[in-house]
């Protein structure tokens, strides 16, 4: 079974902080993702990777940094949390395959910026 | 520019009776569609996809009809269960130009009730 583990599930940081969210995979994943929920939004890229030190912007990608190491890990930075970053986020791995695209989501982290 | 829509938030239906939620898309270039299912606090799960050049994808209780002409998708789910409640999330990707970035919609909640 593929897991994808975020390290937190609910945070509450303040306004100007640095917030790290961080996400690890166990089955060898070329390409990670991180996406918010927001109610009647759907799930909104932020940041993809498709290797080590790759990184490509999404469709939301202000406000975000990432960073990608290692292969199996993937880190989302809030560099000066706002109070309009308050969302769940949702980190996911999937292979490079091109017959499939199936993604495997974590958990989310519901993060409270005050 | 939403490339998918689900234009209804939300869906009852009695237990045991058909299930069907409905999915658009812009984006000509999407040949990958996938359906995740997700539990208030979880990440989504993958549910069940569609290769456009396939017209319909069952498993189990659950078939995916796509219709290219009119680009949408649609899922079945029969006969409806009280589990089945949660969002759902329809999702493409264009294969040959994004990989294994994936669009989502912005969700139906499904209500089963007993």
């Known amino acids: 079974d593929v897991k994808v583990t975020q390290s937190s599930r609910y945070l509450v940081k303040r306004t100007g902080e640095k917030v790290f969210l961080e996400c690890v995979q166990d089955m060898d994943h070329e390409n990670m993702f991180w996406y918010r929920q927001d109610p009647g939004l759907g799930l909104r890229l932020i940041y993809f990777s498709y290797d080590v030190k790759m990184k490509e912007k999404g469709d939301i990608p202000e406000g975000y940094s990432v960073s990608r190491e290692k292969k199996e890990r993937f880190s989302l930075i809030l560099e000066s949390a706002s109070t309009n970053q308050t969302s769940m986020y949702l980190c996911?791995?999937?292979?490079?395959?091109?017959?499939?695209?199936?993604?495997?989501f974590g958990q989310g982290t519901r993060l409270t910026v005050v | 520019d939403q490339q998918v829509k689900q234009n209804s938030p939300s869906l009852s239906v009695q237990e045991g009776r058909i299930s069907i939620l409905n999915c658009d898309y812009t984006n000509s270039m999407f040949d990958y569609f996938l359906w995740y299912k997700k539990y208030p606090a979880e990440g989504p799960t993958f549910l069940i996809s569609i290769s456009s050049i396939k017209d319909k994808n069952e498993d189990g209780r659950f078939t995916v009809f796509l219709n290219k002409s009119a680009k949408h998708l649609s899922l079945h789910i029969v006969p409806s269960q009280p589990g089945d409640s949660a969002v759902y999330f329809c999702a493409a990707s264009a294969r040959e130009t994004s990989g294994s970035r994936l669009t989502f919609g912005e969700g139906t909640q499904l209500t089963v009730n007993p």
């Open positions: 996911a791995s999937s292979l490079v395959d091109f017959k499939n695209t199936e993604a495997f």
